[in-house]
């Protein structure tokens, strides 16, 4: 693992010793607690058992990183240019794949969002610059191809696949407004990765679908992975 995280951009020096991990817990846990409650002296850790595995301020953390990365925002495409919404909107009503410039846009978008949601994070943000950096440039187009697998699970229709990207507001808004046109078969519509991306290469495709496949059966709701 120790060396997988080096290949990942981990820097050997953030390994902290059994001394330095104990203080970064102790600032840790201060920043979280009341002093008052800080000075208390420590209850026993409480049994764990079936849904019992989080604690309460584990929870806050993670609703907060949830929360922080704009996943729920009810709209989102103020990132979006209007050209690369206009063929996201010819995708659902007339099943036309996006253009290559489409394609790229539409990749430049997800990988600033994640860029802006890691530079949000307080430990992320006491890193180096070139440490920041570094880690970014070799986890983001692992952690964007994650997340485009997501949009494609197999029994989702359009709505479902567009709500993280553009949010639900504006799935609501595209959907009325397609009905308007008298776009048919709304219902039925899913939307394919080759619609919205390039194939990979040939000798990479089986493995690739498998893993489209896999990750598309994730849970959306991110108390599913805790």
């Given at each position: 693992?120790?060396?997988?995280?080096?290949?990942a951009g981990m820097n050997p020096v953030w390994v902290l010793n059994e001394e330095e991990k104990k203080k970064f817990l102790d600032?840790?846990?201060?920043?979280?607690?009341?002093?008052?409650?800080?000075?208390?002296?420590?209850?026993?850790?409480?049994?764990?058992?079936?849904?019992?595995?989080?604690?309460?301020?584990?929870?806050?953390?993670?609703?907060?990183?949830?929360?922080?990365?704009?996943?729920?925002?009810?709209?989102?495409?103020?990132?979006?240019?209007?050209?690369?919404?206009?063929?996201?909107?010819r995708l659902v009503a007339f099943q036309q794949p996006l253009s290559r410039s489409g394609q790229i846009e539409l990749r430049k978008?997800?990988?600033?969002?994640?860029?802006?949601?890691?530079?949000?994070?307080?430990?992320?943000?006491?890193?180096?610059?070139?440490?920041?950096?570094?880690?970014?440039?070799?986890?983001?187009?692992?952690?964007?191809?994650?997340?485009?697998?997501?949009?494609?699970?197999?029994?989702?229709?359009?709505?479902?696949?567009?709500?993280?990207?553009?949010?639900?507001?504006?799935?609501?808004?595209?959907?009325?407004?397609?009905?308007?046109?008298?776009?048919?078969?709304?219902?039925?519509?899913?939307?394919?990765?080759?619609?919205?991306?390039?194939?990979?290469?040939?000798?990479?495709?089986?493995?690739?679908?498998?893993?489209?496949?896999?990750?598309?059966?994730?849970?959306?709701?991110?108390?599913?992975?805790?």
């Amino acid at each position: 693992r120790y060396q997988a995280c080096l290949v990942a951009g981990m820097n050997p020096v953030w390994v902290l010793n059994e001394e330095e991990k104990k203080k970064f817990l102790d600032n840790r846990k201060k920043k979280k607690k009341p002093e008052a409650e800080v000075l208390k002296k420590p209850a026993s850790p409480p049994v764990l058992g079936p849904g019992n595995c989080i604690s309460d301020d584990e929870m806050l953390e993670l609703n907060n990183y949830v929360k922080t990365s704009g996943y729920f925002d009810i709209s989102k495409v103020k990132d979006m240019e209007p050209g690369l919404i206009r063929e996201l909107i010819r995708l659902v009503a007339f099943q036309q794949p996006l253009s290559r410039s489409g394609q790229i846009e539409l990749r430049k978008v997800l990988e600033t969002r994640v860029r802006r949601f890691a530079r949000k994070l307080e430990d992320f943000r006491m890193l180096k610059d070139q440490d920041q950096e570094k880690l970014l440039n070799q986890n983001i187009p692992l952690l964007m191809e994650m997340q485009i697998c997501t949009f494609f699970k197999p029994d989702l229709v359009w709505r479902n696949q567009f709500m993280p990207l553009i949010g639900p507001e504006e799935v609501d808004r595209l959907e009325c407004k397609l009905k308007e046109l008298k776009v048919k078969g709304l219902d039925n519509v899913h939307v394919f990765y080759n619609s919205m991306f390039p194939n990979p290469p040939e000798h990479l495709e089986s493995q690739f679908a498998d893993l489209l496949r896999d990750i598309g059966c994730w849970p959306t709701d991110a108390a599913e992975y805790v």
